[in-house]
Protein backbone atom coordinates (compact mmCIF):
# COMPACT_ATOMS: atom_id res chain seq x y z
CA UNK A 1 0.00 0.00 0.00
CA UNK A 2 3.01 2.16 0.77
CA UNK A 3 4.78 1.46 -2.41
CA UNK A 4 1.24 2.25 -4.19
CA UNK A 5 1.06 5.78 -2.50
CA UNK A 6 4.71 6.59 -3.38
CA UNK A 7 4.00 5.54 -6.95
CA UNK A 8 0.44 8.08 -7.14
CA UNK A 9 2.70 10.65 -5.27
CA UNK A 10 5.55 10.71 -8.01
CA UNK A 11 2.89 10.52 -10.52
CA UNK A 12 1.72 13.65 -9.20
CA UNK A 13 4.75 15.13 -9.29
CA UNK A 14 5.58 14.45 -13.11
CA UNK A 15 2.24 16.37 -13.68
CA UNK A 16 3.18 19.29 -11.69
CA UNK A 17 6.42 19.05 -13.62
CA UNK A 18 4.90 19.43 -17.30
CA UNK A 19 2.07 21.80 -15.52
CA UNK A 20 5.26 23.89 -14.93
CA UNK A 21 6.33 23.55 -18.82
CA UNK A 22 3.87 24.39 -19.76
CA UNK A 23 3.26 27.56 -17.72
CA UNK A 24 6.31 28.78 -18.50
CA UNK A 25 5.90 28.23 -22.05
CA UNK A 26 3.08 30.52 -21.64
CA UNK A 27 0.65 27.47 -22.53
CA UNK A 28 -2.07 27.95 -19.24
CA UNK A 29 -4.85 26.02 -20.33
CA UNK A 30 -2.47 23.14 -20.91
CA UNK A 31 -0.85 23.62 -17.38
CA UNK A 32 -4.28 24.40 -15.69
CA UNK A 33 -4.82 20.27 -17.18
CA UNK A 34 -1.70 19.27 -15.81
CA UNK A 35 -2.08 20.35 -12.11
CA UNK A 36 -5.61 19.42 -12.10
CA UNK A 37 -4.27 16.13 -13.06
CA UNK A 38 -1.35 16.60 -10.27
CA UNK A 39 -4.35 17.21 -7.94
CA UNK A 40 -6.17 14.39 -8.44
CA UNK A 41 -2.93 12.42 -7.79
CA UNK A 42 -2.35 14.00 -4.89
CA UNK A 43 -5.43 13.88 -3.56
CA UNK A 44 -5.81 9.57 -4.04
CA UNK A 45 -2.08 9.42 -2.04
CA UNK A 46 -3.66 11.54 0.37
CA UNK A 47 -0.04 13.84 0.45
CA UNK A 48 -1.45 17.45 1.88
CA UNK A 49 1.79 18.94 1.33
CA UNK A 50 1.52 17.93 -2.68
CA UNK A 51 -2.61 18.77 -2.68
CA UNK A 52 -1.61 22.27 -1.25
CA UNK A 53 1.11 22.83 -4.10
CA UNK A 54 -1.39 22.23 -6.80
CA UNK A 55 -3.89 24.46 -5.40
CA UNK A 56 -1.05 26.60 -5.39
CA UNK A 57 0.03 26.24 -8.62
CA UNK A 58 -3.65 26.66 -10.23
CA UNK A 59 -4.39 29.82 -8.36
CA UNK A 60 -1.07 31.03 -9.88
CA UNK A 61 -2.08 30.19 -13.14
CA UNK A 62 -5.56 31.03 -12.79
CA UNK A 63 -3.95 34.63 -11.71
CA UNK A 64 -1.81 35.00 -14.83
CA UNK A 65 -4.91 34.29 -16.75
CA UNK A 66 -7.13 37.29 -14.61
CA UNK A 67 -9.69 34.55 -13.28
CA UNK A 68 -9.23 35.77 -10.51
CA UNK A 69 -12.18 34.26 -8.47
CA UNK A 70 -10.48 30.83 -9.43
CA UNK A 71 -7.25 32.04 -8.03
CA UNK A 72 -8.81 33.53 -5.28
CA UNK A 73 -10.78 29.54 -4.67
CA UNK A 74 -7.41 27.50 -5.03
CA UNK A 75 -5.04 30.16 -3.28
CA UNK A 76 -7.55 29.44 -0.26
CA UNK A 77 -7.24 25.98 -0.12
CA UNK A 78 -3.26 25.85 -0.60
CA UNK A 79 -3.43 28.66 2.39
CA UNK A 80 -5.47 25.85 4.23
CA UNK A 81 -3.76 23.14 3.84
CA UNK A 82 -0.31 24.77 4.25
CA UNK A 83 -1.91 25.93 7.97
CA UNK A 84 -2.81 22.29 8.01
CA UNK A 85 0.37 20.80 7.81
CA UNK A 86 2.29 23.96 9.55
CA UNK A 87 4.18 25.32 6.62
CA UNK A 88 3.81 28.97 7.64
CA UNK A 89 6.79 30.35 4.88
CA UNK A 90 4.48 28.86 2.20
CA UNK A 91 1.11 29.97 3.56
CA UNK A 92 2.55 33.65 3.27
CA UNK A 93 4.03 33.15 0.13
CA UNK A 94 0.69 32.58 -1.20
CA UNK A 95 -0.67 34.92 0.40
CA UNK A 96 1.98 37.02 -1.40
CA UNK A 97 2.00 35.71 -4.58
CA UNK A 98 -2.21 36.16 -4.39
CA UNK A 99 -1.92 39.90 -3.42
CA UNK A 100 0.54 40.51 -6.80
CA UNK A 101 -1.97 38.80 -8.62
CA UNK A 102 -4.51 41.58 -7.41
CA UNK A 103 -1.57 43.82 -8.26
CA UNK A 104 -1.25 42.40 -11.69
CA UNK A 105 -5.12 42.91 -12.41
CA UNK A 106 -5.69 46.29 -10.98
CA UNK A 107 -6.90 45.55 -7.68
CA UNK A 108 -5.32 47.82 -5.85
CA UNK A 109 -7.59 47.91 -2.76
CA UNK A 110 -7.58 44.16 -2.64
CA UNK A 111 -3.85 43.72 -3.02
CA UNK A 112 -3.14 45.68 0.25
CA UNK A 113 -4.46 43.71 2.92
CA UNK A 114 -2.58 40.36 1.88
CA UNK A 115 0.43 41.78 1.42
CA UNK A 116 0.48 43.65 4.67
CA UNK A 117 -0.18 40.42 6.37
CA UNK A 118 2.32 38.58 4.90
CA UNK A 119 4.73 41.09 5.03
CA UNK A 120 4.53 41.19 8.86
CA UNK A 121 5.42 37.27 8.83
CA UNK A 122 8.72 38.39 6.23
CA UNK A 123 9.81 40.73 8.42
CA UNK A 124 9.80 38.57 11.46
CA UNK A 125 11.75 35.86 9.88
CA UNK A 126 13.83 38.69 8.20
CA UNK A 127 13.42 37.33 4.46
CA UNK A 128 14.56 40.83 2.70
CA UNK A 129 13.49 39.74 -1.34
CA UNK A 130 10.45 39.40 -0.13
CA UNK A 131 10.12 42.47 2.36
CA UNK A 132 11.69 44.15 -0.74
CA UNK A 133 8.85 42.25 -3.26
CA UNK A 134 6.22 42.95 -0.93
CA UNK A 135 6.77 46.76 -0.29
CA UNK A 136 7.03 47.20 -4.16
CA UNK A 137 4.04 45.71 -4.31
CA UNK A 138 2.54 48.02 -1.64
CA UNK A 139 4.24 50.75 -3.27
CA UNK A 140 2.33 50.69 -6.47
CA UNK A 141 -1.17 49.74 -4.64
CA UNK A 142 -0.46 52.41 -2.13
CA UNK A 143 0.51 55.24 -4.99
CA UNK A 144 -3.10 53.81 -6.82
CA UNK A 145 -5.09 54.17 -3.56
CA UNK A 146 -3.97 57.54 -3.03
CA UNK A 147 -2.14 56.93 0.13
CA UNK A 148 0.91 58.79 -1.15
CA UNK A 149 2.90 58.48 2.31
CA UNK A 150 2.72 55.13 2.56
CA UNK A 151 3.72 54.62 -1.06
CA UNK A 152 6.58 56.37 -0.60
CA UNK A 153 7.35 54.80 2.59
CA UNK A 154 7.81 51.42 0.78
CA UNK A 155 9.19 52.62 -2.43
CA UNK A 156 12.61 53.94 -0.06
CA UNK A 157 12.24 50.35 1.60
CA UNK A 158 12.40 48.55 -1.39
CA UNK A 159 15.08 50.98 -2.32
CA UNK A 160 17.37 50.43 1.11
CA UNK A 161 17.18 46.94 0.59
CA UNK A 162 19.31 47.43 -2.83
CA UNK A 163 17.90 44.07 -4.53
CA UNK A 164 17.99 44.83 -7.93
CA UNK A 165 14.96 43.15 -9.81
CA UNK A 166 12.72 45.82 -7.55
CA UNK A 167 14.43 48.70 -7.74
CA UNK A 168 12.90 49.68 -11.15
CA UNK A 169 9.85 49.40 -9.54
CA UNK A 170 10.49 51.38 -7.14
CA UNK A 171 11.90 54.04 -9.25
CA UNK A 172 8.91 54.30 -11.54
CA UNK A 173 6.42 54.17 -8.53
CA UNK A 174 8.57 57.02 -6.87
CA UNK A 175 8.47 59.28 -9.78
CA UNK A 176 4.44 59.06 -9.82
CA UNK A 177 4.53 59.84 -6.73
Known amino acids: TAARLEAIAAKSDIERLEGMIDQFAGRFDSARTHYLASLQLAEAASDADKI ?22 HAAKAMAYYDEIGNRLQLEHMRA ?6 LNVRQFEATIEPSEKALLFFEQIKHERWIAAISANLAEAYLETKRLDEARVMVF ?17 LGHI
Open 52 to 73: AKAHEDLAQTAGRQGRMDEAEA
Open 97 to 102: DLAGMY
Open 157 to 173: RVLRAEIATFRPYALYT
